[in-house]
DNA sequence: CAGCAGTGATTAATGGATTTATCATAGCCC
DNA sequence: GGGCTATGATAAATCCATTAATCACTGCTG
């Protein structure tokens, strides 16, 4: 009989057939458990004479077999697999480069440990729980976890480990480890740079499909608790809710708001802020100063460059990664929360709040 | 006995191990058929009487079974997953915003059609092609297909779709199907607006790294062809491999170039054109025009704003995702290669080259 | 010679869901 | 009663790789 005999797939289209261990088993005239030993090696018990062992392989090559892995992950239950969740890619934190460093930081650790990153498409939150037990996935990074307590609870009895990057809630235990940054302590860093600018009011920018996520929420906290700590507080009136397109800053600056400085609550809403500023002739900084979070490589092609909050996003997810790692190889993660901290980065959207009452020497 | 009896999982921590088909049907004292039936109807001539399916129902929720997709994905030979394979995530193009549509549009199919999309690690390629047919993936996205021979010939042989979002080869047949723009196009747009202002010697800037990628030469050789077309040509001098800081600029202008403009391979090369020449005091447009590849937001940030040739990369990688779905489910792809046109977004950064020699009325 | 160790191999169970083939039983008609 | 259909349900095979249990045989020792 015929050695590269091959037989079509009867159900989709006219693909091949992969070969199988027992097809390579039958050729060689031994049994499967032989020829997985030779190929794989795994086998306890199986012994297999060097002389067979050569023709086994022979076998093998000249059949192109290739081993079934969905089999053996059926039979190891593992799946050398991660999933990834995220609302949607466009509305992740500060950007597009943001969401760079972070998939990068997620994927450099599980490629070297050999792990695929899958992502979960973003359908029904029951689906995604429903996927988090279906043995498909060793361990799920989960970027802004649900809150409710429902959700919560299903989390808790959820089969794999899961890492949420995102604010650890504050009242509610949960099971899920978290990795996120010091919001709060980036929102203090940019007051401190704008306060000893001589900057006093300070509008704080979030967008309104946003306003509700963890962060943002923590940062405008931080800037509200930064100002108290001065003596000052963040009046309603300082926080902006716009548009994406923040077609509202012309009304606002026409309304000679007493503000001299702006808090973005993301990178790209700073880039933008830029935009309309430049497009209704206010200088900044010498009329306007601008403070960002996230610094990226972006804040230096803007003009002004951008004066930012940096995260330590890839060094965040990094972490996330390798926790997750950690804890599907059967440890118990050393830390339930870990908060990394921000700097700051200053450049050219900041400076003292002179220009508008009087000229600066 | 209890129904709620759970077993811990020997092999790795503590872990539940999930519910199975058989226990359920243990507890509701039926056959596994019975139980398959019910939850998910697939069986054939199995029935069950609405009396028991209520039952097995009750019995499911209670026990909290959730089907192990990995065996159902060895029975069926369906995983409804794609694998995405690139070189890596820096090394994409024109940038990351370019990126984030690139995944934006690939995902958006799948997502709608339920399969997942698996990032494979880019290690080895003799891993890459070991996993094409190890029977996790239905499919495949390849961007940047390689181009030698033995490659090729292994992709021919390979048991499931391949769509490469790369520019196919002009002399080598590939089984795989190509989705991709049209670079020499492009260029050509570029060298038609330049030309028509005025500009006669146009630097393209490429990177040394990047220097060997089909879309980089395409970009180029479109250049060349269009340069030709209007009596003139491309010179050796007329392109420059710099390194990613650009800091080769500074002695290039100061060498007086016959060069009025640039055509940058990609966006972000363009970007950091635009800060190179802000920091040695180059004016643009005035004394240099600058024209990008790969037209997107952020070309609205820069100052001046950035003219750039655009691809439709959404649409190039929804068309790419929506080709393999329909080549898994079986059907013929209606085209081997599909060619999308490229545009020129206008911008600030190109103006007539008069300043140089001459004051522009 | 019983007993033991070592070598070379196979058989059958396992993992969990799906499906074909088969088996009962009841009801109905001629 | 024999033959037929419809209903309700199950056993067993299948997908493919892995592995514990087992077997046959040789050679050696006490």
Redesign the interface.
């Known amino acids: 009989m015929p050695l590269t005999t091959r037989r079509k797939c009867g159900?989709?289209?006219s693909?091949?057939?992969?070969v199988t261990l027992r097809e390579v088993a039958q050729a060689a005239g031994v049994s499967t458990a032989a020829v997985s030993k030779v190929l794989h090696g795994r086998g306890g018990s199986v012994r297999v004479s060097e002389e067979r062992a050569v023709q086994i392989r022979k076998i093998a090559e000249n059949l192109?077999y290739?081993?079934?892995?969905?089999?053996r992950?059926?039979r190891s239950?593992r799946?050398h697999?991660v999933g990834l969740i995220f609302e949607n890619?466009?509305n992740i934190s500060g950007g597009?480069?943001y969401?760079?460093h972070l998939?990068?930081g997620i994927?450099s650790p599980?490629?070297r440990s050999?792990?695929?990153?899958?992502?979960?498409?973003?359908?029904a939150q029951d689906d995604i729980l429903?996927?988090l037990?279906?043995?498909?996935l060793e361990g799920v990074i989960w970027c802004k976890l649900p809150r409710d307590p429902e959700t919560i609870d299903q989390i808790g009895?959820c089969?794999?480990p899961i890492v949420a990057m995102s604010t650890p809630p504050t009242a509610e235990p949960s099971s899920a480890v978290f990795v996120s940054c010091d919001n709060e302590g980036g929102a203090e860093l940019a007051v401190e740079h704008l306060w000893s600018l001589g900057h006093r009011k300070i509008l704080f920018l979030r967008e309104s499909e946003e306003s509700s996520t963890p962060d943002c929420v923590a940062r405008m906290d931080g800037l509200a608790r930064a100002l108290s700590r001065r003596g000052s507080r963040l009046d309603p009136e300082d926080v902006a809710t716009w548009s994406w397109g923040l077609s509202e800053f012309g009304s606002w600056w026409d309304s000679t708001p007493p503000h001299t400085a702006v808090l973005c609550w993301s990178e790209s809403a700073a880039?933008?802020l830029?935009?309309q500023a430049?497009a209704h002739g206010v200088d900044v900084p010498g009329r306007l100063s601008v403070v960002g979070f996230d610094s990226t490589q972006?804040c230096?092609?803007?003009?002004p460059t951008l004066t930012a909050v940096k995260q330590p996003i890839f060094d965040m997810a990094r972490h996330a990664s390798e926790t997750l790692l950690s804890m599907?190889?059967?440890?118990?993660p050393k830390y339930q929360a870990t908060t990394f901290p921000c700097t700051l980065d200053v450049r050219g959207s900041t400076a003292p709040p002179s220009a508008r009452e009087e000229e600066k020497s």
């Open positions: 159900g989709q289209g693909r091949l057939m992969a192109e290739r081993p079934n892995a969905v089999a992950n059926l239950s799946t697999t890619f466009w597009p480069l969401y760079l998939l990068d994927a599980l490629f050999h792990y695929r990153l899958t992502i979960l498409p973003e359908i429903a996927s037990g279906d043995g498909q009895r089969p794999i880039g933008r830029l935009s430049r972006y230096e092609t803007t003009t599907i190889r059967g440890n118990r």
